[in-house]
């Protein structure tokens, strides 16, 4: 059973701080990793991809793969208030399906 | 462009019946998964279709069942309902072959009684 595993949280940060939130990944096959943002009611949306080793950043967002260690993160400078969601890690193999991460809740307090 | 469309929003229905749910991918998208999601259990896969053949499948019993379409839309079939299918269904489409990025849609909240 291929596994994502995220803290579920609450993560409370103060406005203007970083944000980490973090995922580690069973599969080692995995190649495609995804941050998907969810508002509560709301369907998920991507806001970051990343296929290799190292930091992607865009915008206010970085995300960070390991492979070695198998972990994924996602760092969010200048926290908002607008920040405040759910945040989703996902892992693909090749040819595979999405594979999601239960979540971590991310409260950014004004 | 027209986003992911689901429907009905909302169902409720009694233990034992069965329910269809549609989903229309947007525009040009050929590939259509589908995910269970719950506060306990997060999103969990069901099955991905594309071009009318189903690609991927997940870990839920012979009760869930799908298809797609020529025109790439999808349904999503559930018979013999039981308490703990109460869920929100999303579907998401997807460009192929090489871009990854899910697009999701409104989703549709299924109330088991």
């Known amino acids: 059973q291929k596994e994502v595993e995220q803290n579920s949280g609450p993560l409370s940060v103060p406005e203007g701080a970083i944000a980490s939130l973090n995922c580690t990944y069973s599969?080692?096959?995995?190649?495609?990793f995804f941050w998907y943002r969810q508002y509560s009611g709301k369907s998920p949306e991507l806001i970051m991809s990343i296929y290799s080793n190292g930091d992607k950043e865009d915008g206010r967002f970085t995300a960070q793969l390991n492979k070695a260690s198998q972990y994924v993160s996602l760092l969010i400078r200048d926290s908002q208030p607008s920040d405040s969601a759910t945040y989703l890690c996902a892992v693909r193999g090749y040819g595979q399906n999405f594979v999601f991460g239960p979540g971590t809740r991310l409260s950014v307090l004004p | 462009k027209a986003g992911v469309t689901q429907t009905p929003r909302y169902l409720i229905k009694t233990r034992g019946q069965q329910v269809t749910l549609s989903c229309s991918p947007i525009?040009?998208?050929?590939?259509v998964s589908w995910y269970q999601q719950t506060p306990g259990q997060g999103l969990q896969f069901l099955f991905e279709y594309f071009s009318e053949t189903q690609r991927n499948k997940g870990n839920f019993p012979g009760r869930f069942s799908g298809r797609q379409f020529s025109n790439s839309r999808s349904e999503m079939n559930v018979s013999t309902l039981e308490l703990g299918d109460s869920a929100l269904y999303l579907c998401?489409?997807?460009?192929?072959?090489?871009?990854?990025?899910?697009?999701f849609g409104s989703g549709t909240q299924l109330s088991v009684l």
């Open positions: 525009s040009g998208h050929r590939s």
């Open positions: 599969d080692r096959v995995s190649q495609s």
């Open positions: 998401a489409s997807r460009q192929e072959t090489t871009n990854e990025k899910l697009f």
